[in-house]
């Protein structure tokens, strides 16, 4: 029976989304883009009040009449607040920070609450069911976040979304799609350990050391992926935030990260090795290079050419697809 509803349903889906209107990024909900229908408690209800007013009529009950059309209203009255908890809301899309493969991508949406009265029980979920649940104050701009696992590397989307509200009473459900060209980066997953390679410079002559663990050279910020064997634990006792140790490598020294070096067959696990590689490359400041098919990134150092690195590996076979 579900079976002869899913081809309606994604009609209906398509033909609400193609109502949507986009102005620099940011949709605006209006009465073209929400829709409502009762919930099951709803249903229930309107069964009930229809039994009460067989019951008034039969009986010619006065009060009942009463009763039954008050309690008709307060129904007729949770519908329109429930369409004025969702009208004229603001949403833009936020920028979502890369992730390791295994973690959950954090995609943030801009909400603006224009209007005077506060917005309660809101709620986003993606097609998957994960969903995240919050309120807007009147006249409020509100950040909000949803979790997405980030199951294997390369991109991940958050797809089309649905903002719903069940407020106040839970007679209604009121919704309306929403779908950002947004996305975020999945790195490999690193694997715990795995040994620097001792490579050839691009000229093939020489090798490199990577010893130089034992010179100590300072204290940085946490990043996602940093061993637990290198965080300072005694700067976390004395309250100065999560840091990592950092060790200097020896100088003039690079460090070619090749993926013919990596020890294991399965693709997916050379680059989990390389993502160690450059993890802890960066963390002991030495100079290293990358070394995929068809691609060759020059020894450096730096957040800004660790990210380059990690991108390369993420999307690595996969952007031809």
């Known amino acids: 029976m579900l079976a002869l509803f899913t081809p309606l349903q994604q009609r209906f889906t398509a033909w609400a989304l193609s109502r949507?209107?986009?102005?620099?990024?940011?949709?605006?909900?209006?009465?073209?883009?929400?829709?409502?229908?009762?919930?099951?408690?709803?249903?229930?209800?309107?069964?009930?009040?229809?039994?009460?007013?067989?019951?008034?009529?039969?009986?010619?009950l006065s009060l009942g009449y009463v009763l039954t059309f008050l309690l008709g209203t307060m129904a007729v009255m949770s519908m329109l607040h429930a369409f004025r908890n969702m009208v004229k809301l603001e949403i833009r899309a936020g920028r979502a920070a890369p992730v390791f493969a295994g973690d959950s991508a954090e995609f943030l949406f801009h909400f603006h609450n224009p209007g005077k009265l506060a917005r309660y029980g809101l709620h986003l979920r993606d097609q998957n069911g994960?969903?995240?649940?919050?309120?807007?104050?009147?006249?409020?701009?509100?950040?909000?976040?949803?979790?997405?696992?980030?199951?294997?590397?390369?991109?991940?989307?958050?797809g089309r979304l649905?903002?719903?509200?069940?407020?106040?009473?839970?007679?209604?459900?009121?919704?309306s799609?929403?779908?950002?060209?947004?996305?975020?980066?999945?790195?490999?997953?690193?694997?715990?350990?795995?040994?620097?390679?001792?490579?050839?410079?691009?000229?093939?002559?020489?090798?490199?050391?990577?010893?130089?663990?034992?010179?100590?050279?300072?204290?940085?910020?946490y990043a996602a992926g940093d061993t637990l064997q290198r965080i300072a634990w005694k700067a976390l006792a004395r309250e100065q935030g999560l840091q990592v140790k950092q060790f200097s490598a020896l100088q003039g020294n690079e460090l070619w990260l090749?993926?013919?070096?990596?020890?294991?067959?399965?693709l997916e696990h050379k680059l989990a090795i390389?993502?160690?590689w450059i993890l802890d490359a960066e963390a002991q400041g030495q100079a290293?290079?990358?070394?995929?098919?068809g691609l060759e990134l020059p020894p450096e150092r730096g957040v800004a050419h660790r990210d380059e690195c990690l991108r390369a590996l993420a999307l690595f076979g996969l952007e031809k697809k």
Not at 258 to 266: E, N, T, V
């Open 288 to 293: 290293y290079g990358l070394r995929l098919p």
């Open 20 to 60: 949507q209107v986009y102005h620099e990024g940011t949709i605006t909900l209006t009465q073209r883009s929400i829709y409502i229908i009762p919930t099951r408690r709803g249903f229930a209800f309107a069964g009930v009040l229809v039994l009460m007013l067989l019951g008034d009529i039969n009986y010619v």
């Open 130 to 158: 994960h969903h995240t649940g919050f309120d807007l104050t009147a006249l409020h701009h509100g950040e909000v976040k949803l979790d997405i696992p980030a199951v294997r590397r390369g991109w991940i989307v958050p």
């Open 258 to 266: 090749d993926l013919l070096l990596a020890p294991a067959s399965d």
């Open 177 to 221: 799609y929403i779908n950002f060209d947004t996305q975020a980066l999945v790195y490999p997953k690193p694997v715990e350990k795995a040994p620097l390679p001792a490579s050839a410079s691009p000229s093939g002559t020489g090798s490199v050391s990577t010893a130089g663990d034992e010179d100590f050279a300072g204290l940085r910020n």
């Open 162 to 175: 649905t903002l719903y509200t069940e407020f106040p009473l839970g007679l209604f459900y009121a919704w």
């Open 274 to 276: 390389m993502t160690r």
